[in-house]
C-alpha cells in the first residue's frame, strides 16, 4: 500500500506539472468511448476512493466468454432451469471475475464475428459483474496474437503499432492507451480492483514479429510505462487499485521477476501465474523458496508483493463426441490431470474431482498468504444446438470452444451448472 501510495503522489505531481490535457489512444479500432481522459486533478484536488464489493481474498472465474454465448443462442442452467451465469458465480461463492480487453480486435472468420474482448463486450460484462455484487480484475492486453495457423504467435507488436520502432515510442503507445481506456470505464461508473497489464507477458510482450525471442529486459521497460499510466489513473479515480504482472509459468518466475525488475519495472503489486501442470501445457514448479506455492508465497513478500494464480483449470467429465474431449466440433486445447488413458481414469474427471483439486490449491495459496485464485475458460460451453457459428479464437481452432471440458456448467447435462463451481463456497 505504501508503494501504491507513493506512485500515486508521483503521478499527481507530473500530471500537474505537465498540465496534460487529453491521452490519445483507443482499443480494436473502435471508439472506447466515455471521453474520461480531458481534466487531469489539480493539486489540490482529494479523490474518493470507489468502493469494490470485496477486499479479501480473490475467488472467481474469466467470464469473457459467458455472454458473448449466450448472445449466440447458447443457454447456461442451473437445476435445469436458465439462470444469468454471473447469477449464478455470485450465488456459489465468486467475489470477483477477470475480463480480457484486448487493443487489436479479432478478425472476422467464416462471417463469424469473435468480439468477446472488444471494448463495447467488456463494458457490458464489467457492468453485468456489478449488478450481480462482482469486482473486476481488467486484462488489459495490447499486444496481438496470430491464430492463423497451428503454432499460434502470441504476444505480437498490434498493426496500428508496427511503424513505432523505438522503444520510447512504443511505450508512449502503450501508456496512452491504458490510460485512456481506464479513464473511460471510470467515466462508465468501472473501477477495476486489479489491472493486469499484458496477458503471460514473461513468453514476450509486444514482439515485433513472431519469430523475436522474448527480451525480459525489453519487456520491463514496455510494462514500466504501462504500469505508470495505471499510477495516472489511480491519482485521478481509484488509487486503491492493484497491478498485476502476469507471468506464464511458475518455472519462469523467480528468473523472470529479477530481469524485469533489473530493467526498472517494480511499480506492480501483484504477481500472477497460470498454472496448468497437464501434459498438454507442462507447467512446473520452480526451485528452492519457489518449489512450491507457499513459498513463492513467502519469497515474494519479502520483495514486496503479492501472489495469485490467474489461471488454471481441471477438468470436470470425460464426455465426448467421437472419441476425443469435446463438446463439438473444435478440439479442446487442455485437460487435466492427464491427456492418456482417459476411460479408465474416469474417476479422476468429475465435477467433485474438479472442485476438491481447486478448493485444496486455493488453500494452499490462500494459507501462504496469497491474494487469491481465478480459474481460466470454465464459463465455456460447445457451440453445439445453435444455428450461429461461435468461435472463441479464429481460425486454427475451428468453430466452437477449445474449453468446454473445464468449465463449471456440464455440456453433457444440458449446461447445467455442476458443483465444482462450489470451492469457492468451500475456501472462505
Known amino acids: ?15 500537474c506539472a505537465c498540465g496534460k490535457e487529453e491521452t490519445p489512444g483507443g482499443g480494436g479500432g473502435e471508439d472506447v468511448g466515455g471521453g474520461g481522459s480531458e481534466n487531469q486533478p489539480g493539486g489540490d484536488e482529494v479523490v474518493t476512493p470507489p468502493e469494490y464489493f470485496s477486499t479479501d481474498f480473490m475467488k472467481g472465474a474469466t467470464m469473457c466468454f459467458a455472454q458473448y454465448m449466450a448472445d ?7 437445476n435445469g432451469a436458465e439462470k444469468d451465469p454471473y447469477a449464478s458465480m455470485k450465488a456459489h461463492g465468486a467475489n470477483i471475475v477477470r475480463l480480457q480487453l484486448n487493443f487489436e480486435d479479432f478478425k472476422t472468420y467464416n462471417g463469424a464475428t469473435i468480439d468477446w474482448a472488444s471494448w463495447r463486450r467488456v ?25 492463423s495457423k497451428q503454432t499460434t504467435d502470441h504476444n505480437l507488436v498490434p498493426a496500428a503499432w508496427k511503424s513505432l520502432t523505438a522503444e520510447s515510442k512504443l511505450g508512449d503507445a502503450l501508456y496512452d492507451w491504458v490510460y485512456k481506456v481506464l479513464c473511460d470505464l471510470a467515466a462508465e461508473g468501472i473501477y477495476p480492483r486489479v489491472v493486469a ?6 513468453v514476450g510482450f509486444l514482439r515485433p514479429d513472431g519469430s523475436a525471442a522474448a527480451d525480459a529486459g525489453r519487456t520491463g521497460r514496455l510494462l514500466k510505462r504501462g504500469f505508470e499510466a495505471v499510477d495516472a489513473y489511480a491519482a485521478k479515480y ?12 511458475p518455472r519462469n518466475m523467480q528468473w523472470f521477476i529479477s530481469q524485469v525488475t533489473a530493467a526498472g519495472c517494480t511499480g506492480f503489486d501483484i504477481v500472477g501465474s497460470s498454472w496448468y501442470p497437464g501434459t498438454n501445457i507442462g507447467h512446473t514448479m520452480g526451485s528452492g523458496s519457489y518449489a512450491t506455492f507457499g513459498g ?17 483449470a481441471h477438468s470436470f467429465t470425460t464426455g465426448t463426441v467421437d472419441g476425443k474431449w469435446m463438446g463439438d466440433n473444435c478440439n479442446n486445447s487442455y485437460n487435466y490431470p492427464d491427456w492418456s488413458d482417459d476411460a479408465t ?40 444446438g ?9 481460425a486454427s481452432w475451428a468453430a466452437g470452444s477449445t474449453w468446454e471440458n473445464n468449465s463449471y456448467w456440464d455440456f453433457t447435462d444440458s449446461n447445467n451448472l455442476h458443483e465444482g463451481i462450489d470451492w469457492m463456497q468451500d475456501v472462505q
Open 238 to 249: 481509484n488509487p486503491n487499485v492493484k497491478t498485476l504482472l502476469h507471468v506464464d509459468n
Open 72 to 78: 449466440a443462442g447458447l443457454k447456461y442452467r442451473e
Open 386 to 394: 445453435v444455428s450461429k457459428t461461435v468461435y472463441t479464437y479464429p
Open 197 to 202: 497489464v499484458g496477458n503471460e507477458v514473461s
Open 123 to 147: 463494458l457490458a460484462d464489467a457492468k453485468k459483474a456489478y449488478a450481480n455484487g462482482l469486482d473486476v480484475l481488467l486484462t488489459l492486453k495490447p499486444d496481438a496474437d496470430d491464430y
Open 345 to 384: 481414469n474416469a474417476v479422476n474427471y468429475t465435477p467433485a474431482a474438479q472442485r476438491k483439486w481447486l478448493g485444496e490449491l486455493a488453500a494452499e495459496i490462500k494459507a501462504g498468504g496469497g491474494a487469491g485464485l481465478v480459474t481460466w475458460g470454465t464459463e465455456s460451453l460447445p457451440s453445439t
Open 1 to 15: 500500500m505504501i508503494k501504491r501510495l507513493f506512485a500515486v503522489l508521483l503521478a499527481v505531481a507530473a500530471l
Open 296 to 312: 513463492i508465497c513467502s519469497a515474494l513478500k519479502t520483495q514486496g508483493y503479492d501472489f495469485m494464480i490467474l489461471e488454471t
